[in-house]
């Protein structure tokens, strides 16, 4: 599962990694912490304009919900849609295969529970590539009466090293390796060629993560870059899982 992620760097920086323009619409400001919960706006890349870098909100509303957003979002979230089975689901299948997406980010927080205990206190683990590098999560898109794009970030499950980190879902989003990122938005592909990118299509290089300050269920401003800084790791050691 994936319900919090960072986009820290400029817009320059991000212009520049990724070839793309933000649309002149777009406001762009980095942060520290995005929340599912709240719905806000990431920024990303569509099939359908490959060289601009827009807004779309976090919550994919099915296309029978576009015209009253509020209501479907009491019942339906869809902050993720599930890899393995969004082709066969009425609220996924259309945008898993005409409506793809990049979703920017350069890192996310995962429910971590130390010693495997899963009714014990949770810790939040910041994951990041080396040097905090750009990196895109497959996504998938629908856009609202209102011309408002929305979207779910693809997860399959967990390798090795998410699935220690993530150990109660054992989830993890689909970070697309490099070479994947066009191929992703390549609307000329069949069911078969996209599950074979859900299944094949996750970055090879290594992610490293830390602990960070408790926020589950309190109140305070993470929207900062303190909020990121590693923490001593409750099982005793700092910056790592074990």
């Known amino acids: 599962m994936c319900y919090e992620t960072s986009l820290t760097k400029s817009a320059k920086q991000i212009e520049k990694r990724t070839g793309a323009r933000f649309i002149d619409q777009v406001d762009y400001r980095p942060y520290y912490h995005a929340s599912s919960f709240n719905f806000p706006s990431l920024y990303g890349i569509t099939d359908d304009y490959k060289k601009t870098i827009t807004t779309m909100e976090w919550g994919m509303i099915a296309p029978?919900?576009?015209?009253?957003?509020?209501?479907?979002r009491k019942k339906n979230k869809n902050w993720n849609a599930k890899g393995e089975t969004m082709l066969d689901l009425p609220t996924f299948s259309q945008a898993a295969r005409s409506r793809r997406c990049l979703i920017l980010a350069d890192g996310f927080i995962e429910p971590h529970y130390p010693g495997n205990q899963f009714r014990g206190p949770v810790v939040p683990k910041y994951c990041y590539l080396p040097n905090k590098k750009l990196f895109c999560f497959a996504g998938l898109y629908n856009e609202a009466d209102n011309g408002q794009l929305n979207c779910s970030i693809v997860t399959v499950d967990a390798n090795p090293f998410f699935a220690a980190l993530h150990n109660k879902k054992r989830r993890m989003p689909l970070v697309l390796d490099e070479a994947f990122t066009s191929t992703w938005l390549d609307s000329s592909m069949n069911d078969d060629?996209?599950?074979?990118?859900?299944?094949?299509?996750?970055?090879?290089?290594?992610f490293e993560a830390h602990s960070i300050k408790n926020f589950y269920k309190r109140d305070f401003d993470t929207n900062t870059a303190e909020f990121l800084e590693p923490i001593s790791d409750p099982e005793g050691v700092q910056g790592s899982l074990f």
């Not at 060629?193 to 290594?206: D, N």
């Open 64 to 72: 029978w919900g576009t015209n009253d957003i509020e209501n479907y």
């Open 193 to 206: 060629e996209i599950m074979e990118l859900v299944y094949t299509g996750s970055t090879k290089e290594a």
